[in-house]
């Protein structure tokens, strides 16, 4: 039994060593979400296009949507953008968030790339990225037909993202919107 | 070539002393914080080392200059001006950015065994250093299993350890 206890210090060596080994393989930049399963944030903001047009979340009209942020300076969002122009293609709706940005910059970046957005909030000085705990662009909001977000990535979505976080859990949301 | 190398270190030099000019400004612009009332000031950095950069993760506000530090650290002086506690502060910004932006945790089920891992590893020592300590100490003689050595015995053993010795020299 004595002899069975000198084995604890090197148990408790490989648990530690266990669970720094696993811990190894997690991405430190994914944080846990506070706003997950939480309303979008309310907001009441310029439109990019049309500086004359306040939108707000009542703009979202019951839809189940992504919201995509995004911003000129954000190299990523200009990889991620094509797949967002097939997926509105495919009649996914999406709204834009340019965070951050200048208004020309971003008008000029849409028409050289094309507008997969239904329509972009323009919030040059991140009031509604701070709202939503946004660090960095781009980052993708999945939100029910109530506005509840329901799913979120930071970092590029592409079709990989896609498949694998997003396109089961918005198909099931749009089935439970239909169905209402 | 003494003289050649004399002068690329006087271009060092000057080139040392700009870089030092520069720097020094740098610093200074960036700590320009106004506020309505002096008081603030020291809540206000208080606040700034105990949260979280979440772009850079392992600096504090008060140390990043990423953007997202920047906008964070505007955000906690607006709110400070509007009178919130610190404690509403870190409330308002753990709502949105998640608990992840405060570097001294707050004591729940999950952060429990990390509040609590000091406290239990120092006791923990502290007994296994007592239970050690408290055993009986074995004698050298016990240690070696064998009976003390009588007087006679010692004298032969000084005999045959001097003998060898001599023999050696």
Redesign the interface.
């Known amino acids: 039994m004595n002899r069975l206890a000198l084995f604890i210090p090197f148990a408790l060596c490989l648990a530690l060593g266990a669970f720094l080994f696993f811990s190894l393989g997690k991405d ?2 994914d ?5 997950v399963d939480e309303a979008f944030p309310e907001f009441d903001l310029e439109e990019l296009h049309d500086p004359e047009r306040q939108v707000s979340t009542e703009d979202f009209a019951g839809q189940v949507l992504l919201v995509n942020v995004w911003a000129t300076w954000c190299f990523a969002c200009r990889i991620e953008h094509p797949w967002l122009n097939s997926l509105a293609e495919e009649g996914v709706a999406i709204v834009g968030l340019n965070y ?1 940005d200048h208004r020309k910059l971003a008008q000029d970046w849409l028409q050289e790339r094309g507008d997969p957005y239904q329509f972009s909030i323009f919030d040059p000085r ?1 009031v509604l ?8 662009a781009p980052e993708t909001y999945l939100v029910d037909a109530q506005g509840i977000i329901r799913h979120r990535r930071v970092g590029v979505v592409d079709e990989r993202v896609w498949n694998e976080e997003f396109r089961d859990l918005y198909q099931q949301l749009v089935d439970q919107a239909n169905a209402k | 070539m003494p003289s050649n190398s004399l002068l690329s270190f006087g271009w060092l030099k000057q080139a040392g002393l700009l870089l030092l000019l520069l720097s020094s400004v740098a610093v200074a612009v960036e700590d320009v914080v106004n506020f309505s009332d002096e008081s603030l000031r020291p809540r206000y950095q208080q606040l700034l080392e105990e949260l979280r950069c ?2 850079c ?1 392992n600096q504090n506000l008060a140390d990043s200059n990423s ?2 530090s920047q ?2 650290r505007a ?1 906690v002086q607006r709110l400070l001006e509007q009178d919130l506690t610190d404690a509403e502060i870190k409330e308002y910004l ?7 932006i405060l570097y001294r945790p707050e004591v729940n089920r999950a952060t429990g065994f990390l509040w609590a891992a000091p406290v239990v590893l120092v006791l923990l020592g502290g007994f296994i250093i007592l239970r050690l300590s408290r055993r009986k100490k074995p004698s050298q003689s016990e240690k070696l299993n064998v009976s003390p050595r009588s007087v006679e015995q010692q004298q032969r053993l000084d005999e045959l350890l001097n003998s060898h010795k001599r023999g050696s020299e």
């Open positions: 430190p930049l944080l846990p979400s506070a706003l951050k991140g990225g701070i709202d939503l705990g946004v660090y960095g | 979440p772009k993760q953007a997202i906008d964070l955000e753990k709502n949105r950015y998640s608990e992840f």
